[in-house]
Structures are given as structure tokens and as C-alpha cells.
T-cell receptor
């Protein structure tokens, strides 16, 4: 069975500082990896995903994540955060044999302070 | 283009009452998921459907919970009788096709409070 661990439940950071949200997964097979973002009182939205190819994937709003197979990690980074990035971020995995079923981590609340 | 639509957005009900949550997936999508989000347990998959057929309901907590998908554009999640521990945000989500890694689109959630 697959599982996802997000080591930090909350990450406070000042505006314009860099941030890294950590995600580790366990699976006995190849997986697809996702980061979803949930803004207050809203549903989840896909931020970025890794399916194959380049291990570094980017989103349109400056976030990036790197797939590291040896460390079974998919950490999310942004070099300079904005107040508007305040949200909860969820890492998720799916296994090919599980179809489209996602397993989510516990989430990391990013709190950007002025 | 309309996304996944859920109703009601907010519901407060008394313990023992029946609760019905509704979902309209994105038109053309053939997978539909029900998730529950709580502070203690995070996001949990309750059940998912493919072409209106329930595929995996192993996440449904107990017999008080039931889900149906009578057609491709409508699904319900019912709790009868409701209990305070059912208080949570319930998300419906949908996606298209069996291509693994497809993006799953979430509704804005139904915020349930059972008092």
C-alpha cells in the first residue's frame, strides 16, 4: 500500500522569503506525484504533477517540485513567496494499478507573514 | 466552463437526522470520487465510481453512509442517522478517462456540522 508523509503541519514564513514544503512517499511500484493547493474555504486545485520525464516540474505561479526516486521525495519549493500563497498544500500519489485513486498526505499549512 | 458542483455548501443538522449531499461532476467525466476532510484524519477517500458503478467503497466508515450515482451527471452521499463525529467537509471530485495521472477536479465542498 502507498502512503504519503508531509513532515510539517505548519510552515510560517515571511513574505519574499524562500520556502520548501516536504513530502515523502512509500510505494513498492512507480507512482505519479501531485501537489494540490487549498485556499481558505475552497476545494483543492492541482498545483503541479510529475508523471514521467524531467524530474523537475513547475507551476505557473512560481512553485516547483523535484522528484527524487532514491529518497522517495517530492518536495515543493518557491524562491520567494507572496501573501497570496497562504493556503494548505497537499502532496498526493497514485499508483498505475490503482487507476485514478489518489492517496493524500496530511497537508502543510503555509502561512506567509508580511 | 462549470466545475464540479456540490450542494449544499453548508449544512447544520441535529444528531439523528438524515443528511444528503449532492454532486454534479464535470460533464463528460467518467470517474467520480467522494472525499472527507477532518482536522484529525485529513483527506480520506470514501468511495469512487467509474461510469456510475461503485468501484471501491472501502473508505466508507460504516453502514450509516451510502452513496449512489444514478446517472453520469449526479451523485449523492447520504448519512443516516447522522452523528456529531460526522462533522467534516465532504468533497466531490471527478476526472476523465483511465489514463493514470489524470488531473482530478474538486468541488468546493459541503461543510457539514452535526450538533
Amino acid at each position: 500500500a502507498q502512503s504519503v508523509t508531509q513532515l510539517d503541519s505548519q510552515v510560517p514564513v515571511f513574505e519574499e522569503a524562500p520556502v520548501e514544503l516536504r513530502c515523502n512517499y512509500s510505494s513498492s511500484v512507480s507512482v505519479y506525484l501531485f501537489w494540490y493547493v487549498q485556499y481558505p474555504n475552497q476545494g483543492l486545485q492541482l498545483l503541479l504533477k510529475y508523471l514521467s520525464g524531467s524530474t523537475l516540474v513547475e507551476s505557473i505561479n512560481g512553485f516547483e517540485a523535484e522528484f527524487n526516486k532514491s529518497q522517495t521525495s517530492f518536495h515543493l519549493r518557491k524562491p520567494s513567496v507572496h501573501i497570496s500563497d497562504t493556503a494548505e498544500y497537499f502532496c498526493a500519489v497514485s499508483e498505475p494499478r490503482a487507476g485514478n485513486m489518489l492517496t493524500f498526505g496530511g497537508g502543510t499549512r503555509l502561512m506567509v507573514k508580511p | 466552463d462549470a466545475g464540479v458542483i456540490q450542494s449544499p455548501r453548508h449544512e447544520v443538522t441535529e444528531m439523528g437526522q438524515e443528511v444528503t449531499l449532492r454532486c454534479k461532476p464535470i460533464s463528460g467525466h467518467d470517474y467520480l470520487f467522494w472525499y472527507r476532510q477532518t482536522m484529525m484524519r485529513g483527506l480520506e477517500l470514501l468511495i469512487y465510481f467509474n461510469n456510475n458503478v461503485p468501484i471501491d467503497d472501502s473508505g466508507m466508515p460504516e453502514d450509516r453512509f451510502s452513496a449512489k450515482m444514478p446517472n453520469a451527471s449526479f451523485s449523492t452521499l447520504k448519512i443516516q442517522p447522522s452523528e456529531p463525529r460526522d462533522s467534516a467537509v465532504y468533497f466531490c471530485a471527478s476526472t476523465l478517462g483511465s489514463g493514470y495521472g489524470n488531473t482530478i477536479y474538486f468541488g468546493e465542498g459541503s461543510w457539514l456540522t452535526v450538533v
